[in-house]
């Protein structure tokens, strides 16, 4: 029978780096998922459309990479609809919760991010 371990990271006393911090910043830097999950907190559920014009400069073959990852995590919904061809795209709970995340995001760039880097 295998064993399960759990990580707890605020027990870690060394110096190496939290595998779980390491993976959240495997999925949120991974290019295009931060404004992916962005367009789906301040939206809410999405067609594919709305959230390719939102990411504008994200192909529609990557995006498609994208969401299907997201939703792979268990972040983002995929919902088809039966009496129609309507597809949307919404945060699960697990994602719902990159809430304060996000928020902190922003309230470091509008501190640190001056408008020419932009």
Not at 75 to 95: F, M, P, Q, W
Request: aromatic fraction near 6%; glycine fraction near 6%; proline fraction near 2%.
């Amino acid at each position: 029978m295998e064993k399960t371990v759990t990580v707890d990271c605020t027990q870690q006393s060394d110096l190496s780096i939290c595998p779980k911090f390491q993976q959240t910043f495997t999925i949120l830097g991974k290019k295009w998922n931060g404004l992916i999950l962005e367009v789906l907190l301040q939206n809410g559920p999405s067609r594919f459309k709305d959230i390719a014009k939102s990411v504008a400069k994200c192909s529609d073959r990557v995006l498609v990479e994208r969401l299907k990852e997201l939703e792979g995590q268990g972040l983002v919904n995929r919902e088809t609809h039966e009496d129609s061809a309507l597809i949307e795209y919404s945060l699960t709970a697990k994602g719902a919760a990159l809430q304060d995340v996000m928020e902190a995001a922003h309230t470091w760039g509008d501190t640190w991010i001056s408008d020419q880097e932009c």
